[in-house]
Each structure stands twice: as C-alpha cells, then as structure tokens.
C-alpha cells in the first residue's frame, strides 16, 4: 500500500513538472486589435492557448481558418490540432452586438515549455495573428510594469526599464525584442529626439530581431523613417 502511494505521489510531481501555464502573456504584434491571450498551457499532450476576442462593429463575425499554426522561435511551423469556442472557416460565429466577447482556445502539438513562439492564422484577411508571445514570467512582470508606467505618462521611468530590457534580452532574439526597440523608439521620437531614436533604429535593423520588417511597417505608419 505504502509503495503505491508513493508511487502515486511521484506521479503527481511529475505531472506537476511537465505541465506549464502563462497567464496573460505579453507579445509584440496582434490582430484583431480587441483578441487577448488570457493564458497558455504546456503539458506532456499539448499546447494549449486559451484567448478572448470581442465586437466592436455591429454585425460582427468570426472564425478560425484550419491553417492556423504555432511558430516555433528556430520557424518551425506546427498546424492546430484542435479548437473549441469558435468554428473553423466558412462557418461563422456571429456577435450579437458590439462589446460581446467570446472566449476560444486553439490546441497545437506539444512543443515543451518554449522561451516565446508566434500564433499566426494563414486566411484570406481578418487574420488571427499574435507575434513574439512571452512566456518568461520574470519577462512579463517586466514589461507589464514598463507599460504601465508609460500608459501613465511616466516616460522616462518606462524609457528606462525598457532600456534594461533590451540590453538583457537582445542576444537572446526573443520575438518581443522588436516591440521594445518600437517602443523606445516611438518614445524618442514624440520627445523630439531624433539622434538617439535613429541609433535605436539603427540597432534594431542590424540585429536578429524577430519579425523586423512588420516592426519597419509599424513604425513607418507611426511616422518614423530613417
């Protein structure tokens, strides 16, 4: 009895090892504008990655395309195994009215626990897309602080710990890497400085950094080209 027990209890902690959950994740680029992560699961089976997406036009709908992957950071590109909440393509959920949200979660092979990887859905247009997700909690604590200290109007403090931020992180070409060169970058150039935005620039376009060209994109409609 005593040995089964114990092997029950081993079981647990190795169950307990395996499977990982982020909670509210952060990440560089996304579309739809109001879908959110709320969560990802790592386990032995799986990767799980529960979301949210709301309405904010009447006769809204939505649906998720089959050839919806999971990247991986080395590209590899992993399709989605399993979907609940949402139908997958040409059937649609429709919203009843604008500000309804729904909640879906999409299911993808198991990859362990991985430093960040990308969710992008290959459709027609609409596409479900969430770029350079953070799975380093120590890293989102980080940068929800960050950004909480620049939806506050306290830029220099945000400046700052972005800074540190991508001084730790830049050998390590994680997929948020462009959304805090951006951000120190936009943060420059609506304080009027010029020089020191165009060196971060410059640093972002000679690094390995993730997804660079959307990040060009972004910051080209935001006005800033070197």
Known sequence: MKHIILVLVLMAFGVK??????????????????AEIVRVDFNEKATVVWLTI?????????????????????GVKLKLTGLTGLPFCPATYKFKRPGEKTSFSLTFPATGMLPWFSVVEE??????????????????????EAYSLSDRGEDAAA????????NETDSLNLGIEGSVYTSLILIDHRLGRTETARVWYNRMMT????????????????????
């Open 17 to 34: 090892a395996v499977a990982q959950s982020v909670e509210s994740p952060n990440y560089g680029l996304k579309a739809p504008l109001t």
């Open 159 to 166: 400046y700052r710990l972005l800074e540190e931020i991508i």
């Open 123 to 144: 459709c027609m247009g609409g596409c479900l897309s969430f770029r350079g997700i953070v799975t380093d909690q120590a890293l989102n604590n980080k940068l929800n």
């Open 54 to 74: 709301m309405s904010d036009i009447n006769n809204a709908w939505f649906c998720i395309d089959r050839n919806t992957f999971l990247v991986r950071p080395d």
């Open 207 to 226: 690094s390995d950094t993730p997804d660079l060209v959307l990040y060009r994109e972004t910051l080209r409609k935001e006005g800033v080209e070197f």
